[in-house]
């Protein structure tokens, strides 16, 4: 295997010495390029985009030409599993993701197939495979998958939601359901990560994008259980060398707490958490990925800075900080705000790492 | 004035003894009640319904007829401040509410007018005093408005919103801009909840649904401290009673010992936050409103009831909690759920306050 030129990344999720923090940025392949728009029209649609591993592999490194990203991440979609499963994604222009078919029943959860990643999946792996060869060894590849509870709540719902009816009467109602659902998932979450890991990922991220709707007593039995159950399924070593597991669930800064005790190597936490008050409850454990408001980059150089400045002593001295936004980037950033973020961040960091490699 | 029948909301956000815990439902009047929608059906649309202080009137008491609620809350739109200011609300069929201008600009704060309460906004006061007038002292009338962060979203963005980019965008690269924005709000909701107090309003809710956006040091800046200037400028006692304040911020979990830190009388909570570590921080202050999903009344009456006795559980002995949904009942839970979770509420919480009524 090739010898990774910067391992920053890796070496910060595990809690090892670094000479600066790295960081990455969610969704950091996306239409705020304009080189993606153009690969994405040649694509035709987002889906096609996703299922051309030279295109998908186009798109990953994008980002990477532009600014000092510390790791790649795989170019695909939350909502390959379900899709995968037979229940018919598509995107609307300018709308979210729609379902032909929904679950709402003990049948359709039944009905259900577990998705061979080697068979329908296998587009994905082939996605990993490619930009794993063409990454060659710059930075770590991630790679991901959603959470089995934000997994379901787009199959029950057949889309976005904002309120969760369909989904939360399933839950209070039919609990079994939607429990049989989650656990099926949970197991294809299970292999088609560690299929992405033997395809070369070497970290991979749960998106728990909708962790946050649950009342404090759903969230660890229809959510976080799920993927604790992932979490001890994944191959954990691979090439010689740990596989780090990032888990984030977005507006589950109450729950911190849970989620670094499933065993994974790193938490997510969106804007609404103090980066200082989040490694003052779990950051012995774990490592931390975030989080400045994904906005800051639509505000001038001077404020970005500050913002990257303040998250950076927030969290103080030492490794066992990947940094990010606390959520996806905006389509509409100006270009120039992302280089200005990122270079910030490994300016700005090298002394708190000054210590800890003497 | 009428003595009123029945004060066990207002002792319970004061912490004074009561025999049983109070409580109501954030929008009990409302498209679950089939009453409800005849009458919306007689005003022609939601505004024309909010204007009418008798169909209003109606719309407030309805509820109150079929459960045995604790309080009553005005039948009125959060924007009804924004739409007095000029900015043309209007409710789509099926969609959320739209603004026909926006604010963008320095100039477009300064050429807001702040409302007359008993002018432009006559039409609330008159409500007001209506429904007062018709509760006949049976239980205490509940005043409410959008917080300025909250109204503030709607007045930038033009309407409902997912990412709050347009706000966001304001908040990072013209802050002052949007500052002046919140000011101006603050001064008008606080002359407007003035003025609902004077017309009849026994205590008062803010409600910042959207506060939790805001990235934890944003959320002091650009929300709270507006709701604290708010809570200082307000009638605290009228007809020779308190009249308690009640502040929520939806998503504001991680900030509830701020929120209470502002003066106000009770701190509502949402279905994230656990009760009894929510008692354990801010309770020796401040009274909790909250905070059953509200997504549980799809549930059998076994699962409703088991739901209330855990919250009750969780706040423990004594005064101090009004029981309510996390937020706004859904329009299509069964009728018979809100009678199962009021009358539980009475019956499971008397042995909580025996002690304290010794």
Same mark, same amino acid.
């Given at each position: 295997? @090739? ?30 390029? *304009? ?69 709402? @029943? ?10 061979? *990643? ?47 009816? %369909? ?16 656990? %099926? ?12 890991? %033997? ?43 740990? /596989? *780090? /597991? @990032? ?24 804007? @609404? ?48 900080? /990947? ?15 992302? %280089?200005?973020? /990122? ?16």
């Amino acid at each position: 295997m @090739t010898e990774l030129k910067n391992d920053r990344y890796l070496r910060a999720l595990l809690r090892e010495p670094v000479d600066m923090t790295p960081v990455w940025m969610m969704r950091q392949a996306g239409r705020y390029l *304009p080189e993606y728009k153009a690969t994405r029209a040649q694509a035709g649609d987002f889906m096609s985009l996703c299922r051309n591993a030279d295109l998908a592999c186009e798109v990953t490194l994008q980002p990477l030409r532009r600014y000092d990203l510390d790791a790649a991440i795989l170019f695909s979609d939350i909502l390959t599993i379900p899709d995968a499963m037979g229940l018919g994604l598509s995107f609307g222009a300018g709308e979210g993701p729609k379902f032909a078919r929904t679950i709402q @029943t003990k049948a359709d959860v039944d009905n259900l197939p577990i998705p061979d *990643p080697e068979g329908e999946l296998q587009y994905v792996m082939n996605a990993v495979r490619t930009i794993r060869r063409e990454l060659k060894g710059e930075v770590p590849l991630i790679g991901f998958s959603g959470s089995p509870w934000t997994l379901a709540t787009y199959m029950v719902e057949g889309g976005s939601s904002k309120a969760f009816t %369909k989904i939360k009467k399933m839950l209070y109602s039919e609990p079994k359901v939607l429990n049989a659902l989650l656990n %099926k998932l949970a197991d294809s979450v299970t292999l088609y990560l560690n299929a992405q890991i %033997k395809a070369g990922a070497q970290s991979v991220m749960i998106f728990d994008t909708w962790g946050g709707v649950l009342a404090h007593h759903d969230y660890p039995q229809f959510s976080l259980q799920y993927m604790h159950k992932i979490v001890d399924g994944l191959i954990r070593e691979n090439e010689g060398r740990k /596989v *780090p /597991v @990032t888990l984030f669930t977005k507006g589950g800064g109450l729950w911190l707490e849970a989620i670094a005790d499933t065993g994974c190597d790193a938490v997510g936490l969106d804007w @609404t958490v103090d980066i200082a008050n989040a490694r003052a409850r779990v950051g012995h454990k774990v490592a931390l990925q975030g989080n400045m408001d994904p906005s800051v980059l639509y505000a001038p150089a001077e404020r970005i800075e500050q913002e990257v400045s303040d998250i950076l002593a927030g969290f103080g001295n030492g490794s066992g900080h /990947v940094f990010n936004l606390g959520h996806g980037i905006h389509q509409d950033v100006p270009e120039e705000s992302p %280089k200005i973020f /990122v270079d910030a961040i490994h300016r700005l960091s090298q002394h708190y790492h000054e210590k800890c490699n003497d």
